[in-house]
């Protein structure tokens, strides 16, 4: 692949903020406005003008505000303050592509946090990088599982076009969960759409004033474990009552949280505790989330 065909994937891969259509929509409606004044041929001329300019300039400055956001910090501080803006100057999507090999579709998409380091100094320097390698190890992984998937079906007669009506995917996503002054709380998902064995949802939640992972032990105290299990016992028996199908103990169902449970932080700033599918329940019920805390 040559330098040009890599810089049109780096551009390609580039997100353009919503706020950027919007700014370009504003402009474009003023201009039609001052043009209304003139003459209706000098108007009609001029107004094509500015569409044209500006939709080149729109591509322009998104390229250079997200570069700017991800390399400088005066910068990222600036836009951080700015009313519409602002809230691209604390997750950005850092490098995002789709690809298809042997009928098996790739779909990425990795997220980076941007803190300002101000006289706190800030960083989260090594939490970008453990989401980076994560979701690259993840793409690498579920692609070589499913390349041994397709040699297997292809040695035991399966034909390339029975493979590729299976239309596998597999995909790299991630979720904000709340955004405010006090916390930042999302998820990275990794899945593969011809097998939940290998599915994977990584959590993070931050304070924002700190820029530190927020864990369970911050959120409700030392008696944490205690305080989650009690609730989460608790809601487990509502919901049973009103129709819901949870394994019991001995089948491997809820028997406490671990020190590492899986939660995100929802619009009232509380812990939501999450459970994969099939881990305390029936498949068919997928992803299992409990509220902690007072309602």
């Known amino acids: 692949m040559g330098k040009l065909e890599k810089m049109k994937e780096r551009y390609d891969a580039i997100p353009i ?31 094509k003008k500015v569409i044209r300019n500006m939709s080149a300039a729109a591509a322009a400055v998104c390229i250079l505000f997200t570069a700017a956001l991800n390399t400088s910090p005066a910068f990222a501080k600036e836009a951080s303050q700015l009313p519409v803006i602002g809230g691209l100057a604390q997750v950005l999507t850092f490098r995002s592509y789709e690809t298809k090999q042997d009928d098996i579709a790739i779909s990425v998409v990795i997220p980076t946090i941007e803190m300002i380091a101000d006289d706190t100094g800030i960083t989260v320097d090594e939490i970008n990088q453990e989401i980076l390698a994560r979701c690259s190890q993840y793409a690498d ?24 009506e299976h239309n596998i995917k597999i995909t790299v996503s991630y979720e904000i969960r709340q955004q405010n002054n006090e916390y930042l709380s999302f998820v990275v998902r990794g899945t593969e759409n011809w097998t939940s064995a290998y599915r994977e949802s990584l959590y993070y939640n931050l304070d924002m004033a700190t820029g530190k992972i927020v864990t369970l032990k911050d959120m409700l105290g030392d008696g944490y474990r205690e305080l989650a299990n ?6 487990i028996a509502e919901r049973e009552e009103n129709g819901e199908v949870f394994w019991t ?32 329940a029936p498949g ?6 409990f509220e902690i805390g007072e309602k």
């Open 230 to 235: 009690e609730s989460i016992r608790k809601q």
């Open 249 to 280: 103990p001995e089948e491997g169902g809820f028997t406490g949280i671990s020190e590492d449970a899986k939660f995100y932080i929802n619009e009232n700033n509380r812990p939501v505790i999450v459970f994969e599918k099939y881990e305390i």
């Open 284 to 289: 068919a019920s997928g992803e299992i989330e």
């Open 141 to 164: 992984d579920a692609l070589a599982r499913a390349e041994e998937y397709r040699t297997a079906f292809l040695e035991t007669g399966g034909t390339p076009e029975e493979w590729a």
């Open 17 to 47: 903020p919503e706020e950027l259509h919007v700014r370009v929509r504003q402009e474009i409606q003023k201009s039609r406005r001052q043009q209304e004044e003139g003459n209706h041929i000098r108007r009609s001329f001029n107004l």
